[in-house]
C-alpha cells in the first residue's frame, strides 16, 4: 500500500533549535522563512519518489575513496562563521549555478532569509580557502542534537579537487566534533538522479513516508527504472 502524497508547506520566522531537529526528522526542508516537505517531484522530465536523507554520525566513517578527497585538499584553509553573504560569495555563487542546465538557480536570496546567520534558526558558512582564494563554501544549520546541509557552492575549475565531497566531509566532521547525532542532507530519490552522490555515505538513512521512520540504506543502491 502507497502512502498519500504530500506536499505541504508552511512560513515561520524564527524557528528554535530542538524545534528544528524535529521538523528534519519529519522529512521537513526550509529556504528561508519557507518549510517545505513533499514525496514527489519531476526532475528533467522524470518523476521521482522523494527520500529525505540523513547520516547517523555514529555510524560515518570515511570510505577509501572520500579519504583520499581528504588526504588531496591538505593544503585548504578552513574558516567557520555565521553565514553572511559577501561579494566573493555572490560572484562564486554565479560561476557556479552556470554548471546546472535543469532547475537552475538564480540567486542565493532563493535559498536563504535576508539574515541566514539567525533566521529562521542559526547557520553557520564553512569556507574553504586555498592561499588568498576562496574555493568553496557550504551553509550548515545547526540543531540541538542535528545538523543539516543546507547548500554548497564552489569555484568550477578545481574538478580534481571534488570540493563538493569536501566540503561535506568537512560538515560531516564538524557534526562529529560538536557531537551531534545526525547531519540531514536533503532530499535524495528512489530512482537514479543526480543526487545518488548523497548516498555514498556509511551510516546514511532513509525516511519511510508510510511508517514515518527512518531506515538504513547503506546496502540499497537506488534503481534506474
Not at 524557528?15 to 526528522?25: C, E, G, N, Q, Y
Request: net charge negative; proline share 4%.
Amino acid at each position: 500500500m502507497e502512502p498519500a502524497r504530500i506536499d505541504e508547506a508552511f512560513f515561520a520566522p524564527q524557528v528554535p533549535a530542538a524545534t528544528m531537529d524535529f521538523l528534519w526528522s519529519q522529512g521537513w526542508r526550509h529556504q528561508g522563512h519557507y518549510f517545505f516537505r513533499y514525496t514527489h517531484c519531476t526532475m528533467e522530465g522524470v518523476e521521482h519518489d522523494i527520500i529525505p536523507l540523513r547520516v547517523d554520525m555514529e555510524r560515518f566513517e570515511m570510505s577509501k575513496s572520500q579519504r583520499r578527497v581528504w588526504r588531496r585538499n591538505q593544503d585548504v584553509r578552513w574558516e567557520i562563521a555565521p553565514a553572511v553573504f559577501d561579494e566573493k560569495i555572490h560572484t562564486m555563487f554565479a560561476r557556479h549555478s552556470e554548471r546546472f542546465d535543469d532547475n537552475k538557480p538564480t540567486t542565493l536570496a532563493a535559498f536563504f532569509s535576508a539574515e541566514p546567520a539567525t533566521i529562521p534558526c542559526e547557520c553557520a558558512a564553512i569556507k574553504a580557502w586555498l592561499g588568498d582564494e576562496l574555493v568553496a563554501v557550504s551553509f550548515l544549520d545547526l540543531g540541538v542534537e542535528a545538523v543539516s546541509s543546507v547548500y554548497a557552492i564552489f569555484e568550477p575549475g578545481y574538478e580534481s579537487r571534488s570540493l563538493g565531497t569536501l566540503t561535506l566531509l568537512k560538515e560531516l566532521q564538524l557534526a562529529k566534533f560538536t557531537h551531534k547525532r545526525w547531519l540531514y542532507q536533503g532530499f535524495g530519490t528512489r530512482l537514479s538522479s543526480r543526487y545518488d552522490y548523497k548516498r555514498k555515505l556509511a551510516g546514511i538513512e532513509g525516511y519511510d513516508w508510510f511508517s514515518q521512520e527512518w531506515r538504513d540504506l547503506g546496502d540499497r543502491a537506488p534503481t534506474s527504472e
